[in-house]
């Protein structure tokens, strides 16, 4: 079976976050039909499989999500999302980009290694959860693995990946006095204050980074306390806003400016704290953690970054440096457990989540090589 036909079998089957059993279960049975050993799933509902190499060495994980956004509104959808039709030399379907063409790359690249060159071993992932949680489940599979390295599959165009933003989701409550709506100066309105706030946040400075690019901060909800608000002057505003992070910055600095701009406007009386995802894998493992998932980086001349970008060459192929501008399972594998973490993978970012996905089975094919020379570059072998 070739890559193009693998890739095709994984988007015809729905994966939508929270139900990646299926989908798991047939990267399961390809991985065991290419001769992976060690295959298997977890608690979780992540899917290992592990090549290795006759010689000891270093361990590499590459690794791939499952789950896909959902495909709402279908009717928008000029083709089938779970068709994984192939036509004008593309597979066409929801997660073809993001990121089943990757995890299908990803299995038949590494079973092309030979293991008597191989010094090593190559951990196959494909986890669960990381449209809603980056990095949880991949944690999992970390501490069952012992990586020396990481490659995250997501999408590059083909590029190298060093570096990516991180993400969190802050909530802010203000805080007011309620009081009849006929008479609202008896009372203290908490959404009058949450305008002020509102105004505060968006003039802060978004800081800068060399090779990443500019922070974000985008209000994504506000709801007043109580809602509706009928006949009375709400007592409390609730807005959120998303961040996304660089390199160098730390959760205490963000609550610090946030708290800071809150004080600016006259709401000194207003919590921002973190909010928590709570998430239940297709398993029934469930997570409530705070919503900070950390940026990262590798320096361009670490050892990693430098022997995937030969062995990419090697392959004959012409990668250029990026960064993540979304946030990857890589918040946890190097932002948290501080492995370090490269990016590689088939596509663009900008196929993503949207109607009518689709990935080109020319970069389907060049990723499953590229794959496989980085995993010969960095564990020694020759390709």
Known sequence: MSVVTFASDLVRIPSVLGGEGPVASRVAEEMRRLGYQDVGIDPLGNITGVWTGDRPGSTLLLDGHLDTVDVMPRAAWSRDPFGGEVAEDRIWGRGSSDMKGAVAAMVHG????????????????GSVGEEQIEGAALAAVMEREHPDFVLIGEASGLDLVRAGRGRAELAVETRGRPAHASTPDRGVNAVLLMQQVCAEISRLPMPQHPFVGQGVMCLTDIISIPYPAHSVVPSGCRATWERRLL????????????????????????EVAL???????????????????????LAEGHPLVVKALRGLREAGQRPGMASYQFCTNAAYSAGVAGVPTIGYGPSSAALAHIVDEYLEVAQLVAAALGYRAIAAAVLGTLI
């Open 247 to 270: 390199p160098g910055e730390t959760l205490e600095g963000l609550l610090a400016e946030v708290r800071a701009a809150c004080a600016r406007a006259g709401a000194a009386d207003t």
């Open 275 to 297: 909010v928590d995802t709570d998430y239940q894998t297709d398993t029934g493992v469930a997570f409530r953690q705070p919503k900070w998932f950390p940026p990262w980086e």
């Open 110 to 125: 590494v079973a092309g290694l030979d293991r008597d060159r191989l010094a090593g071993r190559v951990v196959v992932s």
